[in-house]
């Protein structure tokens, strides 16, 4: 267990290197670098959600940086991509509470502007849609209620102004 969340760490190192990397080339290295890393996790048999739920709230913090959620929240594995750590990290992470929809809307319209997210839009209903803005990120949070209890909300980050990486061809 205590290997999968190291395993994670290199996987988030590299990424961040990836994302940094300023030539085509490197950025070549590093994705097959990425991808062996990957596939030899699969060959290990290491599965995400061999993680404790003891160490659910370091390893948020440490995957999604100083970003509030509430108490008890756990990050769900086979449901995200994060790429990167700390609060560059850009993708989708997927998080299970055991509050309602309503309390998670008001939890992140209360807890997001005091920690620097400026809310453009928002809609409270069935299935709740936010948007925040901090600096040069886009937050967008997808909240609904979960299938036995509880909520699952998807929290999507990017750069405002994000580039695609488009493979070049020779």
């Not at 961040?16 to 950025?27: G, I, K, N």
Request: hydrophobic fraction near 45%.
């Amino acid at each position: 267990m205590v290997n999968l969340l190291k395993l994670h760490m290199q996987i988030s190192k590299i990424s961040r290197m990836l994302c940094d990397a300023t030539s085509d080339m490197r950025r070549i290295e590093y994705a097959a670098v990425l991808l062996a890393v990957f596939l030899l996790q699969g060959c290990l048999g290491l599965k995400p959600n061999e993680i404790t739920q003891s160490k659910n709230a370091i390893e948020i913090n440490e995957i999604l940086g100083k970003l509030p959620l509430p108490e008890g929240s756990k990050l769900r594995h086979e449901h995200s991509l994060v790429i990167g750590a700390g609060d560059d990290w850009l993708g989708q992470a997927r998080i299970e509470m055991q509050i309602s929809s309503s309390e998670a809307y008001a939890f992140f319209i209360k807890h997001l502007p005091a920690a620097g997210w400026i809310s453009k839009f928002s809609v409270f209903g069935k299935s709740s849609f936010m948007l925040f803005v901090r600096s040069n990120r886009n937050l967008s949070i997808n909240i609904e209620r979960g299938q036995d209890s509880g909520t699952v909300i998807a929290l999507i980050t990017s750069a405002v102004d994000a580039t695609p990486l488009i493979p070049k061809r020779n």
